[in-house]
């Protein structure tokens, strides 16, 4: 049997000619669209304007998507609140809302766990699962829209995943989350985080988007790149920056540079130098990120003393850095750690049960 396909995954150009090939008019498909979009229904029950032999006929034709939300977790330091969705085959994924000054934030995941395999990370413990839909990206977003009762201003895909290895749904994703029709989030306040897939990165260059494109670097030499992040023995750092200049020279936007610091690991003097040579003289910006401890990693954070210094170094060399202020430390902060403590309590309580 053919698979359904996904409604709200649809441009609202594809949805009119999907609803012309079903007999309904385009003012229709407009309507079916915000509900969906803008008004962020969870259900075609919600739809109060549409017939009900219209509603029929599109839930025997399409699927549609709704999380459900499994826990939330609410930081009782500074309000970040920690999602973990159910998607409807039953794999989890989780978002984190965060609020800010200038509006609210949301981190969304692109993939049911990850295979690139950083060795840091908590997401790719177990490898890939699966890519997420563009409708599952944007309903972490719908869902956390409704549960917190505030509009969301700034989108990072930065949760669990690689969304350059997803790259179709995301730029579909996109498409979708900054479509007037829709959320409407402008592009500029959306950013997307790569751990360095060259080709891709030249691919999304060529797009022209006004989106942040982050590059996970985490490492100014190539031997120190690779222990961390396996992508490293694909492309070098060498054609890593000429990407990122290529990306800025296409785009106009300023790439930012994510660095974890990890004590005794790359977080010397000796790293903040090799660093301000290699990005010398780029339009970026550095964030500064205390590695977050995972568990099942030896790695540990970088003392607040040395993440200082390693700012202030860049800062006189004229490099654009910033530290990143460490949001929802009590509510399992890293990338996948909610998702494994549950799928971990999941598995012991069936065991239990199962004796
Ligand atoms: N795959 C993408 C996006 C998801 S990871 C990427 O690699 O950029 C988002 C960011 O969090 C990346 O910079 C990643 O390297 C970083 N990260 C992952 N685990 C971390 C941890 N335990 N502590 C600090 N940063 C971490």
Known sequence: MMEKKDIKSLTLTELKAEMAALGEKPFRAVQLYEWMHKKLARGYEEMSNIPAAMKAKCGESYQYTALHVAAVQKSAIDGTKKYLFALPDGNMVESVWMRYKHGNSVCISSQVGCRMGCRFCASTLDGLVRNLTPSEMLDQIYAITLETGERVSNVVVMGSGEPLDNYDNLLRFITLLTDENGLHISQRNVTVSTCGIVPVMRELAEEKLQITLALSLHAATD?????????????????????????????????????????DVNDTRKDAETLAALIKGMNCHVNLIPVNPVRERAYVQSGRQAVEAFAVFLAKKGINATVRREMGRDIDGACGQLRRRFLEN????FADGAG
Not at 346 to 349: D, G, I, N, T
């Open 223 to 263: 031997e120190k790149r690779r222990e961390l992040m396996p992508i490293a023995n694909q492309f070098s750092l060498a054609e890593l920056m000429d990407c990122c200049a290529y990306y800025f020279e296409q785009t106009g936007r300023r790439i930012t540079f994510e660095y974890s610091l990890v004590r």
């Open 346 to 349: 999941a598995e012991s309580a």
